[in-house]
């Protein structure tokens, strides 16, 4: 574990930027209804998520997240989550077989990278049950999923283990624990999915903004239906609710994306 608190080099791949000002023009005018201004895309299908590597759970949430921040050195993409009150476990992984996902897993036990881990299987997750519970079924969970994050410290790109949260991340974790093989960045996240008119947006699906204004995607939130979104705003704030009625947000709108 001495080594696990020692070895932190954080990753540098966040794609999400908000700035605080000046602000550059906006994408989309006030007077203007929020709606994308990128043309329609073609849906890439998500592929489901396959066999997972469930590495530690702990009670002190710097501790999942010290963790996670070590794995990622090695390109293993985890994340951290609630499992339940007071209990975080990290996750990592996506693979076709649990025969490869325990190669793995034993590979990187043998080098003292992990103590202990855990198979999860594509079965045990939320959209498993879509055939037999319905599209809203796996809505509903996406956002109770997402919700769990709220007042989290969660990071992923960010410069110390209190702050520099990172959107993106948050949404391929929410994704990826409820079974989706949601890509790592904001840029690749909308690239992916179906679009969504403002109007037509459903739980779960995923909000897209330009907060760097330089017409491009630079953050991501997971909508919650009533024009709430829950997000990872920016670093030395934790993951919280905002509104597409916010002044701020609604300029900056860029579009929605639906993934079922």
């Given at each position: 574990?001495?080594?696990?608190?020692?070895?932190?080099?954080?990753?540098?791949?966040?794609?999400?930027?908000?700035?605080?000002?000046?602000?550059?023009?906006?994408?989309?005018?006030?007077?203007?209804?929020?709606?994308?201004?990128?043309?329609?895309?073609?849906?890439?299908?998500?592929?489901?998520?396959?066999?997972?590597?469930?590495?530690?759970?702990?009670?002190?949430?710097?501790?999942?997240?010290?963790?996670?921040?070590?794995?990622?050195?090695?390109?293993?993409?985890?994340?951290?989550?609630?499992?339940?009150?007071?209990?975080?476990?990290?996750?990592?992984?996506?693979?076709?077989?649990?025969?490869?996902?325990?190669?793995?897993?034993?590979?990187?036990?043998?080098?003292?990278?992990?103590?202990?881990?855990?198979?999860?299987?594509?079965?045990?997750?939320?959209?498993?049950?879509?055939?037999?519970?319905?599209d809203q079924y796996v809505r509903t969970m996406l956002v109770q999923t997402a919700r769990s994050f709220l007042g989290v410290p969660y990071k992923w790109g960010g410069n110390s283990p209190r702050d520099g949260f990172d959107c993106s991340g948050l949404a391929m974790?929410?994704?990826?624990?409820?079974?989706?093989s949601l890509p790592r960045t904001s840029r690749a996240q909308f690239m992916a999915g179906d679009p969504v008119d403002v109007k037509s947006l459903s739980e779960g699906d995923l909000v897209f903004f330009d907060t760097a204004g330089k017409g491009r995607v630079s953050?991501?939130?997971?909508?919650?239906?009533?024009?709430?979104?829950?997000?990872?705003?920016?670093?030395?704030?934790?993951?919280?609710?905002?509104?597409?009625?916010?002044?701020?947000?609604?300029?900056?709108?860029?579009?929605?994306?639906?993934?079922?």
């Amino acid at each position: 574990m001495a080594r696990l608190l020692c070895l932190f080099v954080l990753l540098t791949l966040s794609a999400c930027t908000i700035r605080t000002g000046p602000f550059p023009p906006s994408t989309v005018s006030p007077e203007q209804p929020v709606e994308s201004v990128f043309p329609e895309q073609p849906a890439k299908p998500l592929i489901p998520l396959g066999f997972t590597i469930q590495a530690g759970a702990f009670s002190n949430v710097d501790n999942a997240s010290r963790l996670t921040d070590y794995l990622n050195e090695y390109n293993l993409d985890a994340y951290y989550f609630v499992y339940e009150r007071d209990l975080y476990k990290v996750r990592f992984g996506d693979f076709s077989t649990r025969e490869e996902a325990i190669a793995k897993a034993k590979e990187l036990e043998t080098q003292n990278i992990i103590k202990e881990f855990y198979i999860v299987r594509p079965d045990q997750y939320t959209l498993a049950s879509r055939a037999r519970l319905g599209d809203q079924y796996v809505r509903t969970m996406l956002v109770q999923t997402a919700r769990s994050f709220l007042g989290v410290p969660y990071k992923w790109g960010g410069n110390s283990p209190r702050d520099g949260f990172d959107c993106s991340g948050l949404a391929m974790s929410v994704y990826r624990l409820n079974g989706f093989s949601l890509p790592r960045t904001s840029r690749a996240q909308f690239m992916a999915g179906d679009p969504v008119d403002v109007k037509s947006l459903s739980e779960g699906d995923l909000v897209f903004f330009d907060t760097a204004g330089k017409g491009r995607v630079s953050h991501v939130g997971i909508y919650e239906g009533g024009g709430r979104f829950i997000h990872a705003p920016r670093a030395g704030r934790q993951v919280s609710v905002d509104s597409l009625d916010n002044a701020y947000y609604r300029r900056r709108f860029l579009g929605g994306r639906s993934y079922l």
